[in-house]
């Protein structure tokens, strides 16, 4: 049994390189002392650890280390403090005529176990703090996800305001504009009433434009909004619009010019309303910003787009302000005029939905010309050359029959109308209920049917009559100008989708097309 490393172990020469090595590393003082603890030989270097050698008062503190230890068995003290400081290991080896005292040096390896403690201590500290931080990431972790909820429930409220608000503000500009189509259509008026009528329409249609401007803000940028292309009469709008701001602009003593360049009997397919929309926003500026001289409207259509202009003699905008002019809510309005700096972030948005470009010159005291390039949406059929009120008095469908659903009582009375004047025999139901109940047992050739039902919806009326085997043509009419709107009227079974405020042409098309597919 090897019971530890003796020097016989090695040869005489390898036992020389040890002995060297111990030497150099560990600086061994050898004491010896008599029974009565004087020194009797000294071997080593007594100042490497303090002791003046030759003094006896020097040696006393080596001394007391033993004091009421059993001197008859060897001691061994680890990294004992000498005088000057240095760690050191102790050995006393008692023998017959006294007590042999051995000291090597352990400040390396004092040195070492520190630095090894001070590590265990940083480690034991940095995991400390890492549980401390991953507590505060997983406690900031929960807050984001609850702020984020909360986010989540504001935009889902945001969104139902603003479908709320869509309802609310096109449902009745639907029977605004529907009558008044009606009254203009029927009877012959005198021009004052007829003027009258148009102020109506006009600042209807100003409101309608406004509105549109605080809902579009409000809807997210995700493409939410379905664009809604019909035959456009650029006269008839260009006159709206003279009548609406030529006013304004006289009111400050400026010139307004509007040029119209298209052909006679050309109809473009645009989106009129996001058309009309750009054209109030840039001419509301540039009469609000233009103090003398005067604003100029420029429509013309030429190589399948349409070039929209208007230019102004006002304060102009400078270089630096260009790209905030079109950020919302800028905060900038100029000159000490007041707005909400919400306008030409509209446009720009309505633009590029339309699919189109705006450029913007100006020059600072001399005036801005904004310039938008609007490609046509689709291509006119022969009807959309017919004047833009279409003779409705006249019965042209004969023996068809059509059911409206619809819980507003003036639009289902309006619907009627004009698909009485259409030659359809009609009835209606305010009850989704009951529409389906009504439409199974007497099926009609067109269902046209709201989707803002109480009860049921729209959508649910027209998948459940797809369900039991309805063939007719269904057209659905809605407050909500999204594309997912659309797509969900679509996918319940409906074959067209037609947006409040109802533009007339476009429900006598989808009218026409309803008989052509029967």
């Not at 061994?28 to 100042?47: I, K, Q, S, T, Y």
């Not at 000291?103 to 703090?129: F, I, K």
């Not at 304004?248 to 509007?258: P, Q």
Request: hydrophobic fraction near 45%; charged fraction near 25%; aromatic fraction near 6%.
């Amino acid at each position: 049994m090897n019971d530890g490393i003796h020097a016989s172990d090695f040869p005489p020469d390898v036992e020389r390189d040890l002995a060297r090595l111990l030497l150099a590393r560990t600086h061994p003082l050898v004491l010896e002392f008599d029974l009565g603890w004087n020194l009797r030989d000294l071997h080593g270097d007594a100042a490497r650890f303090g002791f003046d050698g030759a003094s006896a008062q020097s040696l006393h503190p080596l001394q007391e280390l033993f004091l009421g230890m059993p001197l008859d068995d060897t001691v061994d003290l680890s990294f004992v403090q000498m005088p000057n400081g240095r760690s050191a290991h102790v050995q006393l080896v008692p023998h017959a005529h006294g007590h042999r005292v051995l000291l090597l040096d352990a400040q390396d390896e004092h040195d070492r176990q520190q630095d090894q403690q001070q590590s265990g201590n940083e480690a034991v500290l940095v995991s400390h703090q890492k549980t401390r931080a991953i507590g505060q990431l997983r406690r900031i972790r929960d807050e984001l996800e609850q702020q984020r909820a909360r986010l989540q429930e504001a935009n889902a409220l945001k969104n139902a305001l603003i479908a709320t608000l869509s309802h609310d503000f096109r449902t009745p500009l639907t029977s605004i504009f529907g009558y008044l189509h009606l009254l203009e259509a029927r009877y012959t008026l005198e021009d004052g009433m007829r003027q009258s009528l148009r102020a109506v329409r006009r600042n209807a249609t100003y409101l309608f434009s406004l509105a549109e401007n605080l809902l579009e803000y409000g809807r997210s940028e995700s493409g939410a909004t379905v664009l809604n292309p019909s035959a456009v009469d650029l006269r008839a709008v260009a006159a709206d619009i003279e009548a609406m701001f030529r006013p304004l602009a006289v009111d400050k003593d400026l010139t307004f010019d509007i040029v119209v360049d298209v052909a006679d009997g050309a109809r473009p397919v645009l989106d009129e309303m996001r058309l009309r929309q750009v054209l109030a926003n840039l001419l509301s500026n540039a009469v609000r910003y233009t103090l003398r001289g005067g604003v100029t409207v420029r429509l013309a259509w030429r190589d399948g787009a349409l070039e929209l202009g208007v230019a102004d003699t006002g304060i102009g905008i400078p270089d630096e302000y260009r790209e905030r002019v079109f950020v919302a809510f800028n905060g900038g309005a100029q000159n000490g005029s007041k707005g909400a700096g919400l306008g030409l972030s509209i446009v720009k948005r309505l633009v590029a939905q339309m699919h189109g470009s705006l450029e913007l010159e100006s020059r600072l005291g001399a005036g801005s010309c904004f310039t938008v390039v609007l490609p046509a949406l689709g291509q006119a059929d022969e009807r959309a050359a017919t004047p833009s009120t279409p003779a409705l008095d006249a019965v042209w469908i004969h023996g068809r029959s059509a059911l409206v659903v619809d819980d507003d009582p003036d639009i289902a009375q309006l619907l009627e109308l004009l698909l009485g004047d259409l030659g359809f025999r009609v009835s209606s139901s305010g009850d989704a209920a009951s529409a389906v109940a009504r439409a199974l047992a007497e099926p009609p050739d067109v269902l046209v049917v709201d989707v803002e039902l109480p009860g049921l919806s729209g959508n649910t009326v027209v998948y459940r009559l797809r369900a039991q085997g309805y063939t007719g043509h269904v057209v659905t009419l809605s407050a909500t100008p999204t594309e997912e709107a659309r797509a969900n009227a679509l996918a319940a079974g409906a074959d067209a989708y037609l947006t409040k405020p109802i533009n007339i042409e476009q429900f006598v098309r989808a009218m026409n097309r309803a008989v052509q597919a029967r």
